[in-house]
């Protein structure tokens, strides 16, 4: 993981936030506070899709961006477990190729060697979430169910209750409430399911505060408890700024000053 120092301050800084989806790839130029400063650019995820075509397709998303606000940093968000900045699984994309991939290091080359760091994507949209008070729940809603976790704002070791049985049946939370799910048992049944979801993970984790995020938050038709909310689809990009700041990386104790509350951006 780069751990490149500089003397610029934060609001010089231009951080290439890319949000990979098991069905979108998008994109955007963010300042260090997590503010677009270009439009956020989307296309489809290719499929079937090695991890060198995923490669090839985010160079191309992104150079109208590079271009237009050439980057200093780079910030990834990736639907699978993500340790020290490589691929251990993709659920979305199969098992096959997928395991202990340096896709970070691989695009960073192609864009004249950004510094760069990735993590989960819901890890991602909850560092824009997030409140940084007690104990903070994400789930996301898209192609499959993520979540991340985190405590006083900061990072919990990553966990994938996506793949956890949530019926007596072995179902997953994937196949319970992912977008497969929705489109098969319809959009009331769907919600039924989120609602039971809610609950559990209530039950699992006792949480301050959940937030709710990915395409699907927006089809939620019942009323969400008082300590539940929906966030932005946006914060998949918006959260790559915290990915920079020392304290989100405490869990992965990969930086020296990691452990302090130190660094560029606070």
């Known amino acids: 993981?780069?751990?490149?120092?500089?003397?610029?301050?934060?609001?010089?800084?231009?951080?290439?936030?890319?949000?990979?989806?098991?069905?979108?790839?998008?994109?955007?130029?963010?300042?260090?506070?997590?503010?677009m400063k270009t439009d956020r650019l989307r296309v489809p995820t290719p499929h079937p899709c090695t991890p060198e075509q995923l490669v090839d397709a985010l160079v191309k998303l992104v150079e109208p961006l590079v271009e237009k606000e050439p980057p200093t940093l780079m910030s990834i968000g990736f639907p699978g477990v993500v340790r020290n900045n490589r691929i251990l699984t993709a659920p979305h994309f199969g098992a096959e190729g997928w395991h202990d991939i340096p896709l970070a290091d691989s695009l960073a080359q192609r864009l004249g060697g950004l510094p760069v760091r990735m993590i989960n994507d819901a890890e991602m949209q909850g560092f824009a979430a997030i409140e940084g008070h007690g104990i903070e729940l994400v789930l996301t809603l898209g192609t499959g169910a993520g979540t991340a976790l985190f405590r006083d704002g900061e990072l919990m070791p990553h966990l994938e209750l996506a793949h956890h049985p949530v019926s007596k049946k072995g179902v997953a939370y994937d196949e319970y409430i992912g977008d497969a799910a929705r489109e098969k048992a319809g959009n009331k049944r769907w919600n039924r399911r989120v609602e039971k979801i809610i609950g559990i993970l209530n039950s699992l984790v006792n949480y301050d505060k959940l937030w709710i995020g990915g395409g699907n938050a927006a089809r939620l038709?019942?009323?969400?408890?008082?300590?539940?909310?929906?966030?932005?689809?946006?914060?998949?990009?918006?959260?790559?700024a915290r990915l920079w700041h020392p304290k989100s990386l405490r869990e992965t104790r990969q930086l020296p000053e990691a452990n302090e509350r130190t660094g560029r951006f606070k």
Do not use: C, H, W, Y
């Open 221 to 240: 038709t019942f009323k969400l408890p008082a300590n539940v909310a929906t966030v932005s689809n946006d914060a998949g990009i918006e959260g790559g």
């Open 1 to 35: 993981m780069a751990t490149r120092k500089t003397k610029v301050k934060s609001s010089t800084e231009r951080i290439l936030a890319i949000d990979v989806g098991g069905t979108g790839l998008k994109a955007a130029i963010i300042d260090a506070d997590g503010q």
